[in-house]
């Protein structure tokens, strides 16, 4: 079982990678307007 | 041959759609020709259709409101001060700006107003904030002028204002960015959290070595201190504040159970033995932040309240300086007794005395009246109100923060601050919770204190644990915005879940009348005439701005117009031309009285408040229309409806007293129910001292206002729930609590009926949450309760509120 002591650590730096991805992306203005970008594709020229 | 253009309600429709924006239209149907319902949806549509955007008009969804262009000019866009003050331009020599619009509505309107830069050159790019009603402009000056793409935008429907709220808006964006990353910093460690409660779970059913089970119970602590110092802190410091102010609410019992869990779990870790909760804890950190956001944005939404109203008055007037030429100076700069021109078409900027001119002013915005009011020499006229038909020059008596709109304006700000806020059911029931809980605590830890210290100690934390109202926490934010997302499918925007409790209890319901109760603008109400006659008067009346005229083009838009020559315009009479050779004439019966002496004095009196216009060919009267402001076809029943409900209805009107009796005795008013003649400011005092008749305590009845203009505004900002309707004024739609986008007064029943099945929802969760409580209580005091049971009880109560607030019936779609 001692893998375990390798793939758990591991995994958190990897969920680590993805919450930076996360904070990156609402600091950058990702999440301030959730709607319009969603109705801007349905009527993308038809 | 008299034909009666439906009862003293809306124009019967029976035609096709309007091609541009889909309401009834009195025009055939057919395929080919395009129908539409007023002039100004004529106007849009071959300006979408110019430009190679006919696609606008094959979507489905689209406004279904008729285009309201304010027909301003916008020349003050152009200005040198409004541009220092709103417009920002880069190194690239680009503009931007930031406008408020009105009338935005869903996806077509996103993609018609991103397609601004094809209908105007110069324009680089328009990118639309639909939550916000926010276009941000950026284009070319020295190709396009900013007066040009305002225009462009009036004449789409989309009335454009400067956005004033910049900072404002800023901040706001920065507490919601920092809710944001709390939110996901607390979910991923949750999910990590429950991962590794899984392999220890399912390690205790078999055997797990115990160097993996310390490694797991270890990453879990390592986990657990993080979401309690970042995400987690809130609870802690708003209990903390809680506590220093001597009151309670939910984040006491909150802080104190993930508190205790955390101490517990972390002595167990370090000592090797005994449950941890440290999966619990990351999960309700991250369930009640999702919980707070919900209700958070819920409560942005009604703050942003009068950040619109600002943009309702220019930003410049035209000083005429002593030699006779004009300057262009802030509004708000202007020195009393100065003297300033205002342009036909335009908004008066300030508050003063005509010196110069005559003209007709609409005033819609103070007094919600939709007839112009002709003004001359000598006569006031007031800031935010719209010159119609010809320059005047103004003396300013009161300017800036004096004028009486900003007075209005300020006081709409201050009930929207003075209103107490709704203590919401689940807070009143956690203040008393905690008492519970601490009692049950202390009982616990003696009881068992004389048989089994160590057991004291675990069962009274097992039990600060399980009664943590985490579920109580949820259940109200959750099942609001369940319900407040049902309602804006239903066509009723609701800002706030606390306007939805009050709402349910039935008191006191005003009704303003003009343009609420009423359809609020000057309507075709009777016809007595020859269908002929119709191509003839649109014919007359086809350049005319007038109401009337107005009011003839909306109801009979698809019939086809004559080809009139030599009109003439009387004003405050009527007018008279020549169509195919035959002298026609159409007014007021004094304006054909005076024309043709020979009409019978009983032909010139006509009954009530309906406007009466004659139609004469060659001297001969051949027909009568009659005008008037038509009472809402569903108005009648709806009250009714709501009056079995339970509440007092109340008709507070800023029209005269004799037409507001008339159609409130009609509507089923009682007579000591009727308030006329109301001004703005007597409104919102009026409102308050029912406010306050309604009585403070922990559960007041409601006072709802309903109306539809600015002048209503301050009368909505002071009602414990403000109402404005469909068709009302953007402003007030901003003040107010609950905004329709549904046609009619049917809309309240449905709030009403919604409103009731939310807190009954409400209800049926906090019964759960306690339920749930209530068996961990009885487990813990008897020392039952096992790691895996609190680790099982704990997200299956809270579950069960997210399912129930997520199918609980509450607001109805609109039928269609």
Not at chain 2, 401 to 413: E, K, N, P
Request: overall charge neutral.
């Amino acid at each position: 079982m001692s893998v375990l002591f390798i793939v758990v650590p591991l995994a958190l730096v990897i969920v680590g990678v993805a919450l930076a991805g996360y904070l990156w992306a609402v600091r950058s203005g990702q999440m301030d307007d959730l709607e319009t970008p969603g109705l801007r594709v349905l009527r993308d020229d038809e | 041959m008299a034909t009666m253009v439906g009862a003293p309600t809306i124009p019967s429709a029976t035609g096709a759609q309007c091609t541009h924006c889909g309401l009834p239209t009195l025009g055939a149907d057919t395929d080919d020709v395009p129908v539409f319902c007023c002039s100004a949806c004529a106007t849009a549509y071959a300006l979408i259709n110019a430009h190679g955007l006919g696609a606008y008009h094959r979507f489905s969804e689209r406004r279904g409101a008729a285009v309201r262009p304010s027909g301003r000019g916008f020349s003050d866009f152009d200005h040198e001060a409004f541009q220092e003050r709103y417009v920002t331009v880069d190194g690239d020599g680009q503009a931007r700006v930031e406008l408020a619009l009105e009338g935005v509505h869903c996806a077509s309107c996103v993609w018609l107003i991103e397609r601004v830069p094809l209908l105007v050159t110069g324009v680089v790019r328009a990118e639309l904030d639909v939550r916000q009603n926010r276009v941000s402009v950026t284009w070319d000056p020295s190709a396009a002028a900013l007066s040009e793409i305002a225009r462009t935008l009036d004449a789409l429907g989309y009335t454009p204002h400067p956005y004033r709220g910049g900072e404002r808006a800023a901040m706001r964006r920065r507490d919601d960015r920092a809710m944001l990353i709390r939110i996901g910093v607390a979910g991923a460690i949750a999910t990590n959290a429950m991962l590794a409660a899984v392999a220890l779970y399912a390690g205790e059913l078999n055997t797990m070595d115990p160097a993996s089970l310390t490694l797991f119970r270890w990453i879990s602590l390592g986990l657990t201190i993080p979401t309690l110092v970042w995400p987690g802190r809130v609870f802690f410091t708003s209990a903390w504040a809680a506590l220093r102010a001597r009151t309670v609410h939910m984040d006491v019992p909150i802080a104190l159970a993930l508190a205790a869990a955390t101490t517990r779990g972390t002595i167990n870790t370090i000592s090797g033995s005994g449950p941890i909760y440290f999966d619990g804890v990351c999960v309700l950190v991250f369930l009640l932040l999702v919980g707070r956001f919900l209700q958070a944005r819920g409560q942005r939404a009604a703050s942003d309240a009068t950040e619109q109203l600002f943009a309702l008055t220019p930003a410049t007037a035209r000083l005429i300086a002593v030699d006779g030429t004009t300057l262009e100076v802030p509004a708000d700069a202007v020195s009393l007794g100065a003297t300033i021109a205002v342009h036909a078409g335009e908004t008066i900027p300030v508050d003063g005395e005509v010196m110069a001119g005559e003209s007709r002013i609409n005033r819609a915005i103070l007094t919600g009246e939709s007839t112009d009011v002709r003004v001359e020499i000598g006569d006031t006229v007031f800031a935010g109100t719209l010159n119609r038909s010809a320059a005047l020059q103004v003396r300013v008596t009161a300017s800036g923060d004096d004028s009486r709109l900003a007075r209005i304006l300020a006081q709409v700000d201050e009930g929207a601050r003075r209103r107490a806020p709704v203590v919401l059911l689940a807070d009143r029931l956690a203040s008393r919770l905690v008492l519970v809980v601490l009692s049950l605590a202390a009982a616990t830890f003696f009881l068992w204190l004389r048989r089994d210290a160590t057991a004291a100690w675990d069962n009274t934390i097992a039990l600060l644990i399980s009664t943590c109202p985490c579920a109580l926490a949820l259940a109200t934010p959750l099942a609001m915005s369940a319900a407040v997302g049902r309602a804006a499918r239903a066509g009723i925007f609701v800002k706030g879940g606390d306007a939805l409790e009050s709402l349910s209890r039935p008191g006191w319901l005003v009704l303003d009348k003009t343009g609420t109760l009423t359809l609020g603008e000057t309507t075709l109400v009777t016809w007595h005439g020859d269908d002929v006659l119709r191509p003839v008067i649109l014919a007359l009346e086809a350049t005319s701005t007038h109401p009337i005229a107005a009011g003839f083009r909306r109801a009979w838009s698809a019939v086809p117009v004559a080809t009139a020559s030599s009109v003439e315009h009387t004003i405050g009479g009527g007018v008279a031309g020549v169509v195919n050779g035959h002298q026609i004439m159409l007014g007021s019966p004094n304006f054909i009285a005076s024309k043709l002496p020979q009409m019978r004095q009983g032909e010139r009196t006509t009954a009530d408040e309906y406007t009466p216009v004659v139609i004469a060919i060659d001297g001969e009267i051949v027909g009568r229309a009659s005008f008037g402001d038509a009472v809402r076809p569903d108005a009648a029943a709806s009250l009714a409806t709501l009056r079995t409900r339970g509440w007092k209805t109340i008709l507070l009107s800023g029209d005269a007293d004799a037409v507001s009796r008339r159609i409130g005795t009609s509507l089923g008013f009682a007579p000591d129910e009727i308030f006329a003649e109301a001004s703005p400011e007597e409104k919102a005092k009026h409102v308050a001292a029912l406010v306050v008749r309604a009585g403070g305590g922990k559960a007041p009845p409601c006072v709802a206002m309903v109306g539809d203009g600015v002048n209503d505004a301050a009368a909505i900002a002071a009602a414990t729930v403000g109402i404005g309707v469909h068709g009302g004024a953007e402003a007030s739609l901003a003040t107010a609590d609950v905004a329709m986008t549904r046609e009619g007064l049917g809309a309240l029943v449905a709030l009403d009926a919604g409103a009731r099945r939310s807190m009954s929802v409400i209800r049926r969760n906090i019964i759960w949450a306690f339920g749930y409580n209530a068996v961990g209580v009885g487990l813990a005091m008897t020392g039952h309760i096992t790691p895996l049971l609190a680790a099982i009880l704990m997200p299956v109560s809270s579950l069960t509120v997210v399912l129930a607030s997520w199918f609980g019936h509450t607001f109805t779609p609109e039928p269609r």
